[in-house]
Every structure is written in C-alpha cells, then in structure tokens.
C-alpha cells in the first residue's frame, strides 16, 4: 500500500503539546497579497479586479490537510510536497480552507459567462436602485474578430482595420445614443429597473464576487484556457498571474504544473499510443479508423472529428506524427 503523506507517525504526548486550538491562535496570511489589497488591476479599456480580503493561504491547505499536527511541524519543502500531491491527485477539500473576495469591474456579456460559475457568493451592482455605470466597453479597429469556421462558439484572426475602423466609429454613435436615451428616460422620470432595459451588453457592471480557493482554480482553468473568450480571458489571467500566484504561491505553482501546462489523455488516446509504438503508424491509422475518426466527406477529406482534433493536438505536443495526416 503506498503511503499517505497526509498521515504521519505519532509519538505520544505530541498532540496534547500542540493542541488544535493552537491553530486559532495565528491567522494564516500571506505578505504578498496584503501588499496589493484593494489594489486595482487594470482589465480591458475600464474594467479592473481588486482583492477586497481574504481567509487563508498556503499554509491553511496544509494545517487542513494534517488537521492532527500544529503550526510548524513540518518543514517548507514538505509543505511544498504536500500541495503538489493534494492537486495532483485532486483532494479539492484543504483548498476549501482558503476563501478570496474581489470586487470587479466587467461588460455585461462578459459578467453572462463569469456568473454561469455558481460556486461563488455574488453581490452586484444594481441599475433598478442606482443609475447604470456610465462607461462600455469599447473595441479598437484592429481587434474585430472574425467567426470560427471550426469552432461555432469561437473566434479565429481578425477583420482589416480599414474595415474595423467603421466598425468601430459605428460602436460609439451606438452607444452614446444608448446611453443619452437612458439618461433622457431618467430625466422623464421613468423608473430606473425600465429606463435600463434598451443599455447594450457592453455596459461594464461591477460586483463582489466571493470564492473559495478550489472553485477558483476551476474557473481559471476554464477561464484561461485559449478556447475560452478573449475578453473574459483577460480577467482570468489576471486574477492567476497577479493575485493567486501572490496568495498561495505554491498551490499556483502545482495548479501550473498539473493542469494548466499538463496533458490528459482519455483510453482513445492511450489505444492510438500503443498501436503506434507497438506495430507503427500504420496500425495507428487502423485503431484511429475503427474509432470513426477517419470518415471521408464529400470533399474527399476526413470529415470533422473533435476527439481525432483533439487527439492530433496531443500528438504534436508530444513531437510524434500523425499516422492519418492527409
């Protein structure tokens, strides 16, 4: 049986020295995130994400995960193994332990995407009790994104600027008028939760939002992934690179490591794997083909797979060939 490093011998006498309520006497905190509290990070043209307080940090994982032992039983590079083995083999409850409020300033139909995470306690601002943030979103000439034609939800290169210039001088007329109409509906004394109901998505909002260390990892791995959308990536990215790797240094580092820079592979893959370094490419390409990876269109061209896709994008990120390339 292989060993448990959350588990350790006991020697007697040791657990009545360091009592659990020794743990209450210090408050876990981390220096480098004190530092930047309520610091705003800039994200797109005005929107930003800020630390309004927090519980916990890297050593609220370990005390969790030995619950038995005190406050300085353990040696920093053990602390390190620790963590690194809990997100390695995903016991996601020590990271409950940590909890993080941030207050933030987004686009309505980036907020859309951000608030379908349900782990989380929210409070936003409202536009029935209080008038809507005068400020949208707006996008430069050179950053029109053209419609995937492999992703339905995606986007993929961008529009000329000539032609995101119009684009853009059409986005402004737009949203001053939305926004003069609505200040006009105030003026008329129309209620504030129906004056809104005409303001474009791309009105910022602003909210707290609180959430535990687990269900943050979760978001960012969704949220910073490059299928995820540009906008909402650029929030994610900064609560990763600027506030979590501050807060709990060495939960960001395995969070790296084991999923955000990792490589799963399902039985399909492992099946291609084996066929290819057992028999070679050619009994690679007839697992692949008994799979129903390799049907042909009407073009004559293997008809679009997501898991053969998904598949050839391991294969390069491990430098071996695709035994069906065309």
């Known amino acids: 049986m292989s060993e448990d490093p959350t588990r350790e011998s006991e020697s007697p006498g040791k657990r009545s020295e360091r009592p659990l309520e020794d743990e209450l006497l210090t408050r876990p905190v981390s ?7 309520g610091q705003r990070f800039p994200v797109l043209d005005d929107g930003f994400v800020r630390v309004v ?3 916990g940090a890297d050593e609220s994982i370990v005390q969790a995960a030995r619950v038995s032992y005190g406050r300085g039983t353990k040696k920093v590079h053990e602390d390190r193994g620790l ?6 083999h995903r016991h996601t409850t020590p990271l409950e332990m940590c909890e993080i409020k941030f207050h933030v300033r987004v686009p309505m139909d980036c907020w859309r995407q951000w608030i379908r995470h349900r782990t989380a306690n929210v409070n936003e601002y409202s536009t029935r009790y209080s008038e809507a943030i005068d400020a949208s979103q707006r996008t430069t000439p050179d950053a029109w994104r053209v419609q995937s034609t492999g992703n339905r939800q995606g986007s993929a290169g961008t529009l000329p600027e000539d032609v ?3 684009l853009s001088d059409e986005e402004a007329r737009f949203q001053d008028d939305a926004r003069r109409i609505y200040e006009s509906r105030l003026e008329a004394g129309v209620a504030r939760e129906q004056a809104r109901k005409d303001l474009p998505l791309s009105t910022y909002t602003e909210a707290y939002w609180k959430v535990d260390l687990h269900n943050l990892l979760h978001f960012l791995a969704l949220r910073m992934d490059s299928h995820a ?4 990536r650029a929030y994610a990215t900064v609560i990763g690179e600027e506030i979590v790797r501050r807060w709990c240094p060495l939960v960001w580092e395995a969070f790296i490591d084991y999923r955000m820079e990792s490589l799963g592979l399902t039985r399909l893959d492992i099946s291609i794997l084996e066929a290819l370094h057992g028999a070679g490419p050619d009994a690679a390409r007839v697992r692949a083909d008994e799979l129903g990876w390799l049907e042909v269109g009407t073009s004559g061209r293997f008809k679009r797979n997501r898991e053969r896709a998904e ?3 391991k294969l390069e990120r491990l ?3 695709i035994p069906w390339a065309e």
């Open 53 to 55: 307080d927090y519980m």
């Open 311 to 313: 598949c050839e994008a």
């Open 164 to 166: 995101g210039q119009t």
């Open 229 to 232: 959308q540009e906008e909402i």
């Open 83 to 88: 963590i690194r083995y809990l997100l390695r």
């Open 319 to 321: 430098g071996l060939p």
């Open 31 to 37: 220096p480098e995130l004190d530092e930047i509290l």
